[in-house]
């Protein structure tokens, strides 16, 4: 995972990680990528942009879901990224765990470690795109100086 730049940070995304199809190597229909939280993390959102929808082999769906280990879809709900016609360019908090219409009162302290699970569930296996490319944006206040 990536953090942004200091003069970056007003944009309200302290943290990225870029997926592109070639990173999709398991010979099975599921892959997961994490990307740490640390003790005293609080994220208030996690969004994504599909640069280029999911495309190649046999591939007619490919979802995303992005939770926690207590919510594996508390943050991103299925959302569509393969080329279908139905595919979701942008998406932003459509899970349980933070809500995006009431952003200000919603947000999620982890007192213990813990991953942000990325989830990627395809109707075949996920080893078989030759396209697709998107970036998963996370807004993590650290209250632990140290992490």
Same mark, same amino acid.
């Given at each position: 995972?990536?953090? @942004?730049?200091?003069?970056? *940070?007003?944009n309200?995304?302290?943290?990225?990680?870029? +997926? /592109?199809?070639?990173?999709?190597? &398991?010979?099975?229909?599921? &892959?997961? =990528?994490? *990307?740490?939280?640390?003790?005293?993390?609080?994220?208030?959102? @996690?969004?994504?942009?599909?640069?280029?929808?999911?495309?190649?082999?046999?591939?007619?769906?490919?979802?995303?879901d992005?939770?926690? !280990? $207590? #919510? $594996?879809?508390?943050?991103? %709900? !299925?959302?569509? +990224?393969?080329v279908?016609?139905?595919?979701? =360019?942008?998406?932003?908090? %459509? !899970?349980?765990?933070? &809500? $995006?219409? #009431? +952003?200000?009162?919603?947000? /999620?302290?982890?007192?213990?470690? #813990?991953?942000?699970?990325?989830? =990627?569930?395809?109707?075949?296996?996920?080893d078989? *795109?030759?396209?697709? /490319?998107?970036? @998963? =944006?996370?807004?993590?206040?650290?209250?632990?100086?140290?992490?």
């Amino acid at each position: 995972m990536a953090r @942004v730049a200091n003069n970056e *940070l007003s944009n309200g995304w302290s943290d990225f990680l870029t +997926i /592109k199809h070639g990173d999709l190597t &398991q010979e099975a229909t599921t &892959q997961t =990528f994490t *990307l740490p939280i640390p003790a005293g993390g609080v994220i208030r959102g @996690v969004g994504f942009y599909l640069e280029t929808a999911f495309d190649g082999g046999s591939i007619s769906s490919l979802t995303i879901d992005v939770g926690d !280990g $207590a #919510d $594996a879809d508390g943050y991103i %709900d !299925g959302v569509q +990224i393969a080329v279908d016609g139905t595919e979701v =360019f942008y998406a932003w908090n %459509d !899970g349980d765990l933070v &809500q $995006a219409a #009431d +952003i200000t009162n919603h947000a /999620k302290l982890y007192t213990t470690a #813990d991953t942000l699970d990325i989830l =990627f569930t395809g109707s075949h296996n996920v080893d078989t *795109l030759d396209s697709g /490319k998107i970036t @998963v =944006f996370v807004d993590m206040l650290r209250c632990n100086p140290e992490a």
